[in-house]
């Protein structure tokens, strides 16, 4: 009786241990075979083809994109950059310029071609205009001014009344913000345009004004020359900057009265006096304050 039941739980091992190998057997097979599928899935995808924009011969930096530059392939798709174009993109690209060269058979992506940025226009709140200004390396503090900056404006005036030079610099503006530097802005993305670098040639800033000071400026560039200075960046002080002028008397003439008391005071104007009664009289010029007129 005892051999009988060893011999039967000997058998019921051996069956238990069948039913495990086998059920191992077929997990580690199914396994295997949905991991065979999904890579098999990947690399398919990988490698499917998908029509494209190539280029059809070598293009050049600049060059305008016409239907003769381009060409439809079909490549795998794994391999593509982002921002490839689809063969139906077509007439969208066609007329955008290359922002890089490409060879013949490159893919044309959205990263080739030039950024177009918003116009100028469409970037002005309401209210304001942009004014263009000459500057050299010395008012626009050797270049170092750049788009975003603000700046307060001084205009200098210089006079000849005969023999006697006057120069007379007062405040014209004050914190300006600068649009653009020459040709480039704050947000410029083409290649070829960006923020100026440290020592950055230009001749020109664009300020954001109101049709108020564009005025202003369009005045004072025909009376003199415009003098930039740079804010801080967290400057919003007003300058408090009086009229300053130097040439002896001929400049007390053209001191600019801002309503001041002592704007007043140093304002003098010219008075003709006849001296003698009958010919031959004798004419004599006198500077006076106004406020004894």
Request: charged residues 25%; glycine residues 10%.
């Amino acid at each position: 009786m005892l051999s009988r039941l060893k011999y039967s739980s000997t058998w019921l091992l051996v069956l238990l241990a069948v039913a495990a190998g086998a059920t191992a057997f077929w997990s580690t097979q199914r396994f295997l075979d949905d991991n065979a599928a999904g890579v098999r899935r990947q690399w398919e995808a990988r490698y499917a083809l998908k029509p494209v924009l190539v280029a059809a011969r070598d293009l050049t930096a600049g060059q305008m994109l016409q239907s003769a530059d381009l060409a439809r392939r079909e490549m795998p798709a794994g391999f593509l950059p982002s921002g490839t174009f689809d063969a139906a993109d077509a007439e969208r690209v066609f007329g955008q310029r290359l922002g890089v060269a490409l060879r013949a058979g490159d893919p044309l992506g959205e990263s080739s071609l030039e950024a177009r940025l918003p116009a100028l226009s469409q970037r002005l709140p309401d209210g304001s205009r942009a004014v263009t200004v000459p500057v050299d390396q010395v008012s626009s503090q050797a270049g170092l001014v750049r788009p975003g900056d603000r700046v307060d404006l001084m205009l200098a005036e210089e006079r000849l009344e005969g023999m006697d030079r006057c120069v007379v610099v007062r405040s014209l503006l004050e914190s300006v913000q600068v649009l653009a530097t020459g040709q480039a802005t704050r947000d410029a993305l083409s290649p070829g345009e960006g923020l100026p670098d440290l020592g950055a040639q230009y001749s020109t800033i664009t300020l954001d004004v109101t049709p108020e000071q564009a005025q202003q400026l369009a005045v004072g560039l025909r009376m003199g020359e415009l003098i930039p200075m740079l804010r801080g960046a967290e400057d919003d002080a007003p300058t408090g900057l009086d009229t300053l002028g130097d040439g002896r008397l001929a400049c007390r003439g053209l001191v600019r009265d801002d309503g001041s008391a002592a704007a007043s005071a140093r304002r003098r104007l010219p008075v003709d006096v006849m001296v003698g009664g009958r010919p031959p009289a004798r004419f004599a010029r006198v500077w006076v304050s106004d406020s004894d007129i």
